[in-house]
């Protein structure tokens, strides 16, 4: 079967960035404040992770570690 050739929308491919791990413990349960209860992120911060940047991923972490902070 030949193997089809991609239109080019004109737009370079997106890059996504990996260089801060996700904090994600596999404990997906969000409380009433629609924040995950195992790794502490809202589920705006989970849904979006993947396309954060860099920095973006660095302000989501400083928020989990407020989030933590108040929880003890």
Excluded: H, Y
């Amino acid at each position: 079967m030949p193997q089809r050739e991609r239109r080019s929308t004109g737009r370079s491919p997106r890059t996504f960035d990996n260089s801060v791990a996700s904090p994600c413990v596999q404990v997906c349960e969000l409380d009433d404040d629609n924040i995950c209860m195992g790794c502490l992120r809202s589920a705006d911060e989970i849904r979006d992770w993947m396309i954060m940047s860099r920095q973006q991923k660095l302000v989501t972490m400083g928020n989990v570690a407020v989030r933590k902070k108040r929880e003890w």
